[in-house]
């Protein structure tokens, strides 16, 4: 099926991985989970195989984007080759791919839910904002490379960005975590700009 949407899904030992994979499932999409302990090789190479609309999801996690596995070498080698839709750490990691700048944050929020405003435009598109949004996190971006423009925000914290000139993707916040009530909707917009991107 030329529509069905197949899911690499780099896992960054997190708990919230299988519910991320989850709810790209439940919406039709075919997922494969790889650990971030391969080699960025093989999971590039299971992202770009042909054949069907492809999507690379670089999943949360603990730690640093420099210290989780093949993750950094994994995002830079995706750019412009797979649409990409980082989470979190995933969003951290797109931001220090391209160049930016991730640090503490000011205050580490683990399970808290905030209001964010988003520009409208894709993986946003038809969200109400503001909206409410789970945040787990005690790392941000602090500095955006000019590839990269703010795509949504809470009391002045990058929540979202997108890259200028290739398919990615990046949300500081879980869009899988019941906090986010408007996560499933965010999610099959992510399946719809990918298939999208990938034509």
């Not at 950094?72 to 990691?93: D, I, K, M, N, S």
């Not at 435009?121 to 602090?142: I, Q």
């Not at 914290?157 to 990615?168: D, E, F, K, N, Y």
Request: aromatic share 4%; glycine share 12%; proline share 9%.
């Amino acid at each position: 099926m030329p529509n069905v949407l197949s899911v690499t899904l780099l896992d960054n030992r997190d708990s919230f991985t299988y519910n991320l994979a989850e709810e790209f499932a439940v919406r039709g999409a075919q997922i494969e989970v790889i650990r971030h302990e391969a080699t960025a090789r093989r999971v590039l190479a299971q992202a770009t195989r042909p054949g069907g609309p492809r999507l690379l999801v670089i999943s949360p996690g603990p730690g640093t984007p420099s210290g989780a596995g093949c993750c950094l070498e994994v995002v830079r080698g995706a750019l412009g080759r797979v649409p990409l839709f980082g989470v979190c750490l995933g969003h951290q990691a797109l931001v220090e791919a391209t160049g930016g700048t991730v640090a503490r944050a000011p205050e580490a929020v683990h399970g808290k839910a905030v209001s964010i405003g988003h520009d409208g435009k894709p993986p946003f598109n038809g969200l109400p904002s503001p909206m409410p949004a789970g945040r787990y996190h005690s790392l941000v971006a602090t500095a955006l490379p000019a590839e990269l423009e703010l795509a949504a925000e809470a009391d002045g914290i990058v929540m979202a960005v997108r890259h200028r000139h290739a398919p990615a993707i990046g949300v500081q916040f879980h869009p899988e975590s019941v906090l986010t009530p408007e996560g499933g909707r965010l999610i099959g917009n992510v399946i719809a700009w990918a298939i999208h991107a990938g034509r």
